[in-house]
């Protein structure tokens, strides 16, 4: 499957952003798709991810209860809806995607198949 993510920019602190995923060649009911970034001089960490099966979403504890992931099938796109952002919310955001189950690897970018291009948030404050 081939991912793009899309919808990064440059919001304000406390606002509002959501990031898409789209994915073209097979259908992206059939994957784990993780979100993850990377801002400058750090290493791309886990953000969040929606299991391939039943919905279920897992997040980083920085982001819990302000990001949500969600599937949209009808576009064949995952998205990120990112409240409250805050300025170390910065970094280039990837989704990637996971052909087999991975329940403990979630957090792991090894575990992932494949990987869109990043999308830039900067959240000034």
């Known amino acids: 499957v081939q991912l793009q993510a899309s919808g990064g920019g440059l919001v304000q602190a406390g606002g509002y952003l959501r990031l898409s995923c789209a994915a073209s060649?097979?259908?992206?009911?059939?994957?784990?798709v993780g979100w993850f970034r990377q801002a400058p001089g750090k290493e791309r960490e886990f953000v969040a991810a929606?299991?391939?099966?039943?919905?279920?979403?897992v997040y980083a504890d920085s982001v819990k209860g302000r990001f949500t992931s969600s599937r949209d099938n009808a576009k064949n796109t995952v998205n990120l809806e990112m409240n409250s952002l805050k300025p170390e919310d910065t970094a280039v955001y990837y989704c990637?995607?996971?052909?087999?189950?991975?329940?403990?690897?979630?957090?792991?970018?090894?575990?992932?198949?494949?990987w869109g291009q990043g999308t830039q948030l900067t959240v000034s404050s």
């Open positions: 060649g097979r259908t992206i009911r059939g994957y784990t």
């Open positions: 990637a995607a996971a052909s087999r189950a991975i329940l403990s690897e979630v957090r792991n970018q090894r575990a992932y198949d494949s």
């Open positions: 929606i299991f391939r099966s039943g919905g279920t979403t």
